[in-house]
């Protein structure tokens, strides 16, 4: 549920919403199992003995370092590549030893997790996000990888109808570890779905494109530094996992370049502002609403950052404007003079090269729905624009659920016309579940929830 | 590029000693499924050529090539990098073709003699501390022999001295390439340990993404350069004098950066500072920046806050660090007697106060519709009278200093074509009194004079018409 919009319609989080808002239940089943998971595992291998203790402390300092290295995506997602390869393969290694057993699952779970509690130290003491949740995946992964690996193939194969073959062994890893990744893709959708809205396999597939590249260099790490390990000894951690650092190194300059991208087009957003021509967090408004609305229509990951960059944009080209227009609004004016504007910001924009359809999506916002002028449909990105930027226009900002009302109304009296009716009625949609939150946070207000 | 002779002659020379090397390879080489294999590898390497503009590209190559001694000897990686002949590129003239083809052949020819005398040996099991130690050696050798071959082209092609091309060729990426050349050798061990040329996919597809991704890192920092310029220009849209003021000031401190010996980093952010200085103008309404006659008290202040608009702006883009102190305060002066914060001396931050300087001198030598454009001996002249009150005579000496060594670019005459007539006459702000020297000319102007006269704060009017 849009935290903007139930702000806006005079939402108020009574004391315990806070905490609560913070972790969903589907996110603490996860954080139990993990928890189990590695108290089982430490006991087992306090029970029975740490077997190979080189083996288990070279793997150790591997998801330590691991974790001290960890990449901070611009949302505030924390991967740790190289603790999530050297966990799994530490997890892979059993049929090479010619260890098999309950007791090599607890061991490499312990292992993983300890490391893993060591390297997140320096990180909470910088009171720096932990990211629990991902730790609890990794743990789950983990075992899981050793208990299909271990435990029903390499155990089911006494003969060494593959085992032999070192080919055949690191094909059976691939696909082993492959598939936990992909059952590690799946729980990170399911945290998601019950964080904020969207189907789950819109939430599996924008998981799986948040870093694919990372994650095949993680599955071809992982069987890389299992079989590694077996032909030249411990040596080969620190050296078979360089390629997976330079793609991390990689990534990371990335996603630094991204996040001051998106500082940059802040500026420029902010720019009409300090000019006297838009309202104060008028763009920021528009482009949170429209992030939000093109997620639940279904804008794929990549394009919602063209739309967040163009709803941020969109009254760019009131900077050629020789007064400001009353309250920045263009709802008001006429189509003309809004297409104007339009067609002004999107040259400002192409001037300023930003890439992809940004420009695009800015030009045609003020394009009534349904009669292109050469007949092409208005990009859904400039139809999300035109309502989200109408409703933002019509409630001035301000709280209140009636003001709320009657803007819908005004809107819904032009979907068809000017607004595209699916839109508009997605917006209506997140404004009542928005509603539903404000009366049921008053509620508890009221009763001193 | 057009080929003269004896390029033509160097290639085709190349060429045939090329194929003479492959077919001696041919003639003594044992594994060829391995051969071959190394052989698809390099062409696959080669041909996922990358938008990069670093040399990412030859660095997969590299692996490849110390892979393929360790793996399949000298006479294997020399038939391995003939399929470097086989990369199709749109477009290529042949002679490039040729010469792209037979280099890489080339270089590993020689190389395999340096590993074979480095006592390296193939096709064994394991990987001996010899074999690494030969291999590596062969490897810088082949980066060599590659620059020395190249340097000939460029000598040939553009005159350049051989030993500079060397020089800037081999020693930025040299340790990078040995880096990637020890991913060779840790691809062999894997090869050889019993994998065979699956190997190759295990270890080379991180590098295939981190090469994609630091593609995506480089296009991304394109980008954002236009949109800090794109930003610079937003406040051309209402103020035309500005427009190419910025740019200016912006060369202007980077030659007095280079002057200063700054590192690249911070030349970097220092030419984003005397690009954005003036970006918080957006923040004055039009009709004071546009207002013919006096400024009232208000207005003064009203345009007076432009530095601190400018950081309001830039504030939240974190990489500019610096950049965003200078451009607070550069409207500071050296006495004290500046605004925002009337800071002096050493306070003021270092790159406002290189900023000071280059933007004084900007207004100086551009023209207005009430003065014309001082000369750049008259402008000099007055940085020179005001070192020590108004601007930091270190700053003043580095800016003409930088003018001696580089030049000065002038605004442009035609730049003016977009200006209003001369009814509307645009006080530029920094010839506002307390703030640059008011120009000669001007002490005749009745508006002028009005101006001068205006509200200083009663500070003392330093600069005033001699």
Known sequence: MSSQLFARLGGRAASGDRARSKASWQSWLLRSAGAGVVAWGLLETVVTGVQEPATAAAFGALVVAGELVRITYPAGRVQTPLAWAGGLAYALRCSLTGESGSHRIGQAVAVVALGMAIGALPHAVAGRELGVDSMARRVLGVAAAAAIYCQLLVAHDAEGAWQGDIRLEALVMLIVVAVVVAIDWALRAALAFGRTSGSLWRHFITEVGVAPGIDASVIATAVTLAIATSITGLWAIPLFSIPLLLTQSSYRHFNAARATYAQTINALSKATELAGFTVVGHARRVADLAVELGAVLGVGPHHLTDLEYAALLHDLGQMTLTQPLPGGATVGLPPDERRQLAAAGAALIEEARIPGRVAQIVGRQAEPFGRGPNGSAVPLGSRIIAVTNAYDDLTRGQSGVERSRQALERIDRAAGADFDPRVVAALRRQVAQAEGGVSASSSRVATGG | ?466
């Open chain 2, 1 to 466: 590029m057009a080929l003269a002779r004896p390029l033509h002659a160097y290639v085709l020379g190349l060429g045939l000693i090329a194929v003479l090397a492959v077919g001696w390879a041919v003639a003594s080489n044992d594994s060829w499924g391995n051969t071959l294999a190394l052989g698809l590898l390099t062409l696959v390497a080669g041909s996922l050529h990358s938008r990069s503009r670093t040399s990412v590209n030859a660095s997969l190559a590299g692996a490849v090539s110390v892979a393929a001694f360790i793996i399949v000897g000298p006479p294997g990686a020399v038939i391995a990098a003939s399929f470097n002949f086989l990369i199709w590129r749109r477009g290529r003239p042949v002679m490039k073709r040729l010469y792209s083809g037979a280099q890489p052949v080339l270089d590993t020819f020689a190389a395999g003699w340096v590993y074979l005398a480095a006592g390296g040996r193939f096709g064994g099991e394991s990987v001996t501390t010899r074999v690494v130690v030969a291999a590596l050696l062969a490897y810088a050798t082949l980066l060599t022999v590659n620059a020395l071959l190249l340097s000939v082209v460029v000598k040939l092609d553009a005159g350049a001295h051989p030993f500079e091309v060397i020089r800037g060729m081999l020693a930025p990426t040299f340790l990078p390439m040995m880096g990637y050349g020890a991913l060779g050798i840790l691809l062999a061990v894997l090869w050889l340990g019993g994998l065979g040329p699956a190997a190759s996919i295990l270890m080379l597809l991180p590098l295939f993404v981190a090469r994609w991704a630091f593609a995506q890192y480089e296009a991304e920092q394109d980008a954002h350069k236009a949109a800090i310029e794109a930003l610079a220009k937003i406040v051309e849209t209402k103020d035309l004098y500005t427009r190419g003021h910025s740019e200016r000031v912006s060369h202007g401190v980077l030659k007095m950066g280079q002057v200063l010996d700054y590192a690249t980093d911070r030349l970097q952010a220092l030419g984003y500072a005397g690009l954005l200085h003036d970006v918080g103008k957006v923040g004055v309404p039009i009709s004071v920046i546009r207002k013919s006659g006096a400024l009232t008290d208000e207005e003064f202040a009203e345009i007076r806050r432009h530095p601190t608009r400018g950081v309001e702006l830039v504030g939240d883009i974190s990489f500019l660090g610096e950049a965003q102190r200078g451009i607070l305060h550069h409207h500071e002066r050296f006495d004290g007697s500046g605004y925002p914060s009337g800071l002096a001396d050493q306070e003021i931050p270092e790159f406002a106060r290189i900023i000071g300087v280059a933007d004084a001198f900007d207004s100086m030598t551009t023209s207005r519709s009430y003065r014309a454009a001082r000369s750049i001996d008259e402008a000099e002249a007055e940085l020179r009278r005001c070192r020590g009150t108004h601007f930091d005579p270190r700053m003043v000496d580095a800016f003409l200093e930088g003018l001696q060594r580089f030049g000065w670019q002038p605004q442009v005459a035609e730049q003016f074509a977009g200006v209003p007539a001369a009814d509307t006459m645009t006080i530029d702000h920094d010839d506002l009194p307390g703030i640059g020297s008011v120009p000669d000319s001007a002490a005749a102007d009745p508006a002028m004079v009005a101006v001068a006269g205006g509200s200083d704060g009663g500070r003392p009017k330093q600069g005033s018409s001699a």
